[in-house]
């Protein structure tokens, strides 16, 4: 038998942080999503009458695509992304970068009037992309990794400075073992009702996830948006194991009516199959830990009962998927995650700062903020982001990924200052201005006829 071209599976979407959900990936797609004015992106002002901010445009073209609707005049959500309306809470996400760039393209306007659409677009564009680096590996990595993990990959951010660790023989793109697996571990950490909560930080109601999966229409209720963000920082977020929501083991994108959906976990394991990923040993020896030939050697990375039931479906450890191996690893200290996920998506995250030529904290490239600009980067927190982009929300805790704590993580007021803001002075162009001076001088001089 012949076959026809590469068995290798490809990517659509770039491997570096881009801020692709935002802007798409291609030339075309990102101008579709521009207003061609200000340096904005399109937006629905579905909710201006009550003075709240806009929401993501309607996708019109191809309206079913990864969205069930409930009727033909409902729309789901356009973004650079297709998956906008996987489900709800993402699609808040979407848009609350959406609005950033715009409130970016804003700042930048008034300071620089003299800037044209293209030139607001892609400096906004510009800041919003680094925001998003600099949250990742600033506040969500920590998190994820830990601060030992962290620091053996290279992973730690410069405090100030440029940072000059781009090597151009890096690739930042995906690794097959990362898309296929490794950073689907966030599927243990699924609920099985999202909540939503009010701007006093107390529960309102909660939705089952499999009726929020590519239905985000909550989202045209006034306020509801703010709702789901105040109900992501204060839910308490499943454990992570080898223990996952039924949810999306049996009802992932079930339709109206029907009783069951589809199942995220033998999906995950058909994905890895399918990309022809080594099993999960593979992976424990790529990153150092230790080979075994028995079940009884995995007993300690796991628990006893999951050790158990491995024997009893495999023959050897060799036959473990590397999704379900990864998952069932007890964390590392400090970390969501056991030794062999860890070790993965920090390679895979060292690979995308390494091997990004436009990665935000390097010098002596066209794309170089100055240092002034890069310590103001250096100042946004997710937690600024929300403040700046929803409505209702007041106050919020320093980091929003974590549970507030009255000491380590307190609550504090959006406009207190305690969480800094960025001073787009900084990004003042007046070498831009002077030349609109000159012209406009030169202009005035001929109409009077010096």
């Not at 044209?116 to 906004?124: G, I, N, P, S, V």
């Not at 069932?328 to 070790?343: D, H, I, K, Q, Y």
């Not at 929003?400 to 993580?409: A, C, F, K, Q, Y």
Request: hydrophobic fraction near 40%; include cysteine; aromatic fraction near 10%.
């Amino acid at each position: 038998m012949r076959l026809i071209g590469s068995r290798v599976p490809f990517n659509t979407l770039t491997g570096v942080l881009d801020g692709n959900t935002v802007y798409g990936v291609t030339e075309k797609f990102a101008r579709k999503l521009r207003s061609g004015y200000g340096g904005q992106l399109r937006m629905n002002p579905v909710f201006s009458q009550y003075g709240l901010k806009d929401l993501l445009p309607l996708k019109l073209d191809v309206p079913d695509e990864g969205c069930t609707r409930p009727n033909k005049s409902m729309f789901c959500f356009e973004a650079g992304e297709i998956r906008v309306n996987e489900q709800l809470v993402l699609t808040c996400m979407h848009t609350l970068m959406a609005r950033e760039h715009n409130r970016i393209a804003n700042a930048l306007a008034e300071v620089n009037p003299h800037w044209d659409d293209e030139t607001l677009f892609q400096e906004a564009r510009r800041i919003n992309i680094a925001e998003i680096q600099h949250v990742t590996y600033n506040e969500f990595l920590p998190i994820l990794l830990g601060k030992d993990v962290m620091q053996k990959f290279g992973l730690l951010l410069q405090k100030e400075g440029y940072w000059d660790g781009y090597d151009s023989t890096v690739n930042p793109n995906v690794i097959d073992a990362f898309a296929s697996a490794a950073f689907r571990f966030g599927h243990s950490l699924l609920p099985t009702a999202v909540e939503r909560w009010s701007k006093a930080h107390k529960f309102i109601a909660s939705k089952r996830l499999s009726d929020l999966i590519r239905r985000p229409h909550d989202l045209y209720r006034a306020g509801v948006l703010d709702e789901y963000f105040m109900g992501l920082m204060n839910q308490v977020a499943q454990a992570m194991d080898d223990s996952i929501t039924q949810e999306v083991t049996n009802h992932l994108f079930k339709k109206v009516g029907a009783r069951f959906g589809m199942d995220l976990v033998s999906f995950n394991m058909q994905r890895g199959r399918e990309f022809g990923i080594p099993g999960y040993m593979e992976f424990r020896k790529f990153c150092g830990l230790a080979d075994t030939h028995n079940f009884e050697g995995l007993l300690g990375t796991m628990p006893n009962e999951t050790v158990h039931k491995y024997s009893t479906i495999f023959e050897h450890p060799n036959d473990v998927d590397l999704w379900s191996g990864g998952v069932s690893e007890r964390p590392l200290p400090g970390s969501m995650l056991g030794p062999t996920f860890a070790c993965v998506i920090a390679t895979q995250f060292s690979y995308a700062r390494r091997g990004d030529r436009f990665w935000y904290e390097l010098p002596h490239q066209p794309s170089s903020f100055t240092p002034e600009q890069l310590q103001e980067i250096r100042k946004t927190r997710l937690a600024r982001l929300i403040c700046d982009n929803t409505d209702l929300i007041d106050t919020i805790q320093l980091y929003p990924m974590v549970l507030p704590d009255h000491e380590i993580n307190p609550r504090v007021p959006c406009r207190s200052g305690i969480i800094p803001s960025i001073d787009f002075s900084k990004w003042a162009d007046y070498s831009g201005a002077a030349n609109n001076l000159y012209t406009n001088n030169f202009a005035y001089d001929h109409i009077v006829g010096k």
